[in-house]
């Protein structure tokens, strides 16, 4: 009787316990700056999703809205979102007020789950600490030659090989999914020393980088709901897409764990590896699991959505695939060995290529900083202390005051100059890899890896993306990812070398 009780008082402590919760975040969500309804033209296609009766991609929508703002600068006051395409306001907020722009709690609280406090999701002294070590580690000379040993062993031993089969067989590929495991083996050998191969897990590495997708996707989401309150009771309750978002983050946890493991066994205080150097420093294993997510998500799809947009960019240019495969001749010769780093460097249409494509198709479309004082931004707009800060990455390349009225036109000469030498363009006017002082730390790196694959795919294959001229539609994320990946042939150009040797068939075994 008395257990019964006490069982009646604790449901009912429960219950209003969580009452007191929903209420109070109520009074907060209502007390914040942010209305959760407006009339304006732009909520209201916002909140009713109207703009996806003309667009493909919300932000197809937002570029539209960009183009037609005198100042390149849009407000959702729904979501309680500036968004600019001006690229002064773009190096205010990252440069010149860096320090009124930071990640902000409320970004914290959206991908908290996920990346915890991992460089993405940090300010002040953890970012400091991270960013510190980070770039220490990816500028040393010894790690860019090692990320480059690395490359050229998963483009020879891996990719290579993979296209071949592909080749023979006559097998339609999902060029997205083999960029998506080119990409995650060589971060893992990069940043953690470890070739995934290695790892002992209960379930196949396709399921854990499904995963992978499914918590960055919900992690997304989370931002787009005009009522923050809602996800925030339906993850209190575990309910709906809160619950899977626990679930696939259940599984992070458990890859980023094995990623610790791993490294633990094989010892770390002699190696010199990002996360071996993380290690000898930080013994907080929730801390290390924070890490090695960012440096997955890093690395991963960023370099997989640039490669897959750059094939299917070229499949449009064959000029564009001409002009490489001349460079590449050029400066390879007949060698039947792969560039080395040096020749990369000395392939500036090759960059001038790769730079227009993410203009066109940046991997990181946009992304938000939080006002935290009230301030004018260079174009005259009022942003209050609270307000999410967005640039939008993808519609600055498709402004014609940036880059000309061939804005639309997939011309790598823009960035040569008469001299054929690459010039780059201001970071904040391009800030496909951001700029100021948080731009991207593996900048050089994928730089290098994205030409490695290019220069040796394109010298020995013709690569066929069927029905490659729809428009792309891209899955909801925090990278830009195509939904439905990108389908191609691959097929072998004259001459080109065989890599279907028995070694390299049984590695070609792990991604197929
Ligand atoms: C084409 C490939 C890539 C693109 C377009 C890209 C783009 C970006 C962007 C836009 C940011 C800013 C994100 C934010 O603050 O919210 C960023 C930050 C960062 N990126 Fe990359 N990235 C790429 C590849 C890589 C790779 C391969 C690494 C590998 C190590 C890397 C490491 C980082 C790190 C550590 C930061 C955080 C910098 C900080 O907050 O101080 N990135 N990147």
């Known amino acids: 009787m008395e257990v019964e009780a006490l069982r009646s008082h604790f449901s009912l402590l429960f219950f209003s316990f969580s009452i007191s919760y929903v209420v109070f975040a109520v009074l907060v969500e209502f007390l914040r700056i942010r209305p959760w309804w407006c009339n304006c033209a732009v909520c209201q296609a916002y909140v009713t999703s109207s703009w996806a009766a003309d667009f493909d991609n919300l932000c197809d929508w937002y570029t539209h809205l960009l183009r037609t703002s005198p100042t390149r600068t849009v407000t959702v006051h729904v979501l309680g979102c500036t968004v600019t395409a001006n690229s002064d306001n773009v190096e205010h907020m990252l440069k010149t007020r860096f320090d009124n722009y930071p990640k902000g709690k409320p970004f914290a609280t959206i991908l908290g789950d996920l990346l915890g406090r991992g460089i993405f999701n940090v300010d002040g002294d953890l970012w400091r600490f991270q960013r510190k070590m980070a770039s220490t580690e990816l500028g040393s000379a010894a790690v860019r030659a090692f990320a480059s040993r690395t490359v050229a062993a998963e483009v020879g031993g891996r990719l290579l090989p993979l296209l071949d089969v592909a080749c023979e067989c006559g097998r339609v590929l999902d060029l997205q999914d083999v960029f998506q495991r080119f990409a995650f083996d060589n971060i893992c050998k990069i940043s953690f020393g470890l070739d995934p191969g290695c ?6 590495l396709s399921e854990f980088a499904a995963a992978f997708d499914k918590a960055t996707r919900l992690s997304a989401r989370r931002a787009t709901h005009t009522i923050p309150l809602i ?15 626990r679930e696939a983050i259940g599984l992070v946890d458990l890859l980023a764990k094995e990623v610790i493991l791993q490294r633990r066994k094989l010892g770390f205080a002699s190696d010199q590896d990002l996360l071996s150097r993380f290690m000898g420093c930080v013994d907080n294993d929730k801390y290390l699991r924070d890490i090695v997510v960012s440096f997955m998500l890093a690395g991963r799809d960023t370099v ?8 299917m960019l070229l499949s449009r240019h064959p000029a564009a695939c001409t002009a490489i495969r001349d460079e590449v001749e050029l400066i390879v010769g007949n060698s039947q060995a792969l560039p080395s780093c040096d020749q990369l460097r000395k392939m500036h249409y090759l960059n001038a290529a790769i730079c227009e494509s993410m203009r066109l198709y940046p991997p990181v479309q946009f992304d938000s900083k939080f006002c935290l004082d009230d301030d004018v931004l260079p174009d005259g707009t009022f942003v209050r202390k609270g307000t999410r800060m967005t640039y939008h990455v993808y519609a600055m390349g498709r402004m014609e005051d940036l880059w000309g009225s061939d804005w639309a036109e997939f011309r790598p000469e823009r960035w040569l100059r008469h001299t054929g030498a690459f010039t780059p363009e201001s970071p904040f006017k391009y800030p496909v890899f951001q700029g100021g002082l948080r731009v991207c730390l593996g900048k050089e790196m994928a730089l290098m890896e994205m030409k490695s694959v290019i220069a040796s795919v394109v010298r020995e294959f013709d690569v066929e993306v069927i029905e490659g001229n729809r428009p792309p539609k891209f899955a909801p994320g925090l990278t830009a990812i195509f939904s439905g990946g990108l389908a191609v042939r691959v ?17 070609v075994l792990r991604w197929c």
């Open 231 to 245: 996800w925030k009771a339906k993850r209190l309750f575990n309910w709906g897409s809160e619950r899977e978002l």
């Open 491 to 507: 097929h072998r150009r004259k001459g080109g070398a065989s890599h279907t040797g028995l070694d390299a068939r049984t590695q």
């Open 199 to 204: 790892f002992e897990l209960s379930l196949s």
């Open 304 to 311: 997989a959505s640039a490669l897959t947009s750059f094939f």
